[in-house]
């Protein structure tokens, strides 16, 4: 057990009082017995007085001296052990980030809109109560001691997203983060009934630089590949790991360069919205011959794309194209369509089979259920319909399918082992709506920090 410091003090200063007391009685004795001058006979007694409180004094300044040495050290204690606790809420926001990316989008108020995080995380594929109070802005407890009587804890007050309209340009959150460190009182005293002795609050401000997520090529719900390749990250919603996709499935990059391909189960992150049909938006019939988009005398919207709401037929499918017809993207053109209905191709049919992958962007609506592409057919573009069930036949010997991104309820496979769906050359080039990319940052390094006032 560790020694009492007021103890060792009194211990010491009674010695020296001690010593100085039997130091000033033999002198005093030496001077009684000797004979001297009665004129002298009345000075010796006020000086001897005088050194005794003298050292009583020396001895109760270096007492109360020291009782102020321990309370400073006490003090400066407990501020850096809530320095410490603070500095470890940063570290456990960054990981949350990371291990749930589309949080990293949302911003946060513990004193106003202390739910959104919450919110978020219960949209999230497989959601638990590990994180309610972190999410919650409630104090969580730091150590493995999580009772009541745990001294130390922090709070997560707010936290301020700040992303840029481009995917290319850099972007940062600031995050506060409060730190308390609370002794832990074996029993009660009087002392404690006044005061909380050796309490300390620390608050940081941090910048924390937000980096990008890579795009899945594949994202689904539920996977059932065969033996269908595809030559990107896969991204599976699924709790616990889907036999229907395995690495069998990928086809790694040829570039020792380029980092492998990944299957990724439960990535963090639901579906992003859909984003609303423009209301400018124009509105064309189901697509079932060869057409160039965007037609004479189309006008764009102010960011320079066409956007195209494309009803269905009677068959209910808004794009229906065999044989070998086309749906033509010029050079420079950037065209989203919004469909009513679903999507059957085959044959040898080209779909912006030359133009970048982003640069048609098809969005399907509740009623996208299907999406069949057969045949020799070759689209360049990004897919995204959390409806629908994708199913893939053929390749022919001219793969891939599709060079893009597909999202979507389900991909269901078939027994070819050709390549179905590979990831564009980049992603620098992407031009997504900003509620979509926003989602895809988690949290980087701290970029500066500071303490501040705490409220």
């Known amino acids: 057990m560790a020694a009492n410091p007021h103890r060792s003090i009194f211990i010491t200063v009674q010695k020296v009082a001690m010593s100085q007391r039997t130091w000033i009685l033999r002198h005093l004795y030496l001077r009684l017995s000797t004979p001297r001058s009665t004129a002298n006979g009345g000075f010796i007694l006020p000086i001897v007085v005088g050194m005794g409180l003298l050292i009583i004094l020396l001895g109760l300044t270096s007492l109360i001296r020291a009782q102020d040495d321990q309370k400073s050290a006490t003090a400066q204690k407990a501020t850096n052990q809530s320095l410490s606790i603070a500095e470890t809420g940063v570290t456990r926001t960054q990981a949350l980030l990371n291990r749930f990316p ?12 202390g739910d959104l995080w919450f919110n978020a995380y219960q949209k999230l594929p497989c959601p ?32 301020e997203p700040i992303i840029p309209p481009s995917f290319n340009d850099a972007a940062i959150a600031k995050l506060q983060v409060v730190g308390r460190h609370k002794p832990q009182k074996q ?3 009087a002392e404690d009934l006044t005061a909380e002795v050796g309490t300390s609050t620390t608050a940081l401000k941090v910048d924390l630089q937000l980096q990008r997520v890579g795009l899945a090529t594949l994202w689904v719900n539920e996977a059932d590949l065969g033996n269908n390749k595809i030559a990107g990250n896969a991204w599976v919603n699924a709790c616990t790991p889907s036999s229907g996709i395995s690495a069998s499935n990928l086809v790694q990059p040829t570039d020792p360069d380029e980092s492998a391909y990944t299957i990724t189960t439960n990535p963090g992150m639901g579906f992003p919205s859909i984003p609303d049909i423009p209301a400018g938006a124009i509105s064309i019939p189901a697509i079932t011959d060869t057409l160039t988009l965007p037609r004479a005398g189309d006008s764009p919207s102010s960011d320079g794309r066409y956007y195209y709401s494309v009803s269905k037929n009677g068959a209910g499918y808004s794009i229906q194209l065999t044989g070998n017809r086309e749906l033509t993207i010029p ?30 962007q098809v969005y399907g ?3 996208t259920t299907t999406i069949t592409l057969r045949g020799n057919s070759k689209t360049n573009m990004f897919l995204f319909a959390p409806e629908a069930t994708v199913g893939v036949s053929g390749g022919g010997t001219a793969p891939p ?14 027994n070819s082992s050709q390549l179905m769906v590979q990831a564009p050359p980049s992603d620098a080039d992407l031009d997504l709506p900003s509620e979509i990319l926003s989602q895809f940052y988690r949290a980087g390094s701290v970029r500066a920090w500071q303490r501040s006032e705490v409220k």
């Open 365 to 367: 609506s509740s009623s």
């Open 331 to 360: 050079t420079g053109s950037k065209v989203t369509l919004f469909l009513q209905g679903n999507i059957n191709m085959g044959g040898t049919v080209k779909v912006n089979h030359e133009g970048t992958p982003t640069n048609l």
């Open 401 to 414: 399918t599709i060079v893009g991104y597909v999202w979507a309820k389900k991909w269901s496979g078939s």
């Open 187 to 189: 029993t009660a005293t």
């Open 128 to 159: 638990d109560n590990s994180n309610t109070g972190f999410l919650t802005g409630e104090w969580v407890k730091v150590g493995n001691n999580q009772s009541t009587q745990d001294s130390n804890e922090f709070q997560i007050v707010s936290y």
């Open 102 to 113: 589309s949080l990293a989008s949302v911003g946060f108020d513990a004193e106003g809109a």
